[in-house]
């Protein structure tokens, strides 16, 4: 299945202040689009064409480092605009999710402690995750453009940590990125969509 650049569920000036129209357009204009060009190029003529990208991401993890990479980003950039929205953030979770990050989490505000932290502390760069595994709700981080699913979770949130998705409006401050992701961008209706699927 070639992979395609979705286009931005919201106009480019949308999340701001939080994320400004610039960094909106280099992360997806460019970026995300060299993703989408060099997976396409690097999926002709391999075992996974034709397969749908979560098969490519699993099947390329360990075997085809350039492959896994951009399919990989790919993946995780799909979901990361849709895990973003004009006036999102905060701590009201649609009532099954705040349930399960109270019985798995010890409440909103240890899942947003740790969720920062796990953000903060991954050390170049990488992801930071809420995840399913085994049913029940998990923070992660990985590296580069790994995700979950080659740790067999099921990502239902993302927070990308990447330098070219914060440099621009946070410069180095990394921690404050992510509190205003966690505080005012999470679009948590879609959090509880991919958690639903998941359990």
Known sequence: ?????????YSY?????????????????KHHLAYVNNGNNLLKGTEFEGKSLEE??????????????NAGQHYNHIHFWKWMKKDGGGKSLPGKLA??????????DKFRADFIAAGTTQFGSGWAWLAVKDGK????????GENPLVHGATPILGVDVWEHSYYIDYRNAR???????????INWDYVLELYEKAV
């Open 56 to 69: 490519i991401v699993k099947g390329s993890y360990g075997k085809n480092a350039g492959l896994f990479n």
């Open 175 to 185: 921690p404050k990125y992510l509190e205003a992701f966690v505080d005012s961008l």
């Open 137 to 144: 709700l998990e923070i992660a981080k990985t590296p580069n």
């Open 99 to 108: 349930a399960a990050v109270d019985s798995d989490l010890g409440g909103y």
């Open 13 to 29: 000036d949308a999340l701001q202040p939080f994320m400004s129209a610039e960094t909106l357009e280099f992360h997806h204009d």
């Open 1 to 9: 299945m070639a992979f395609e650049l979705p286009e931005l569920p």
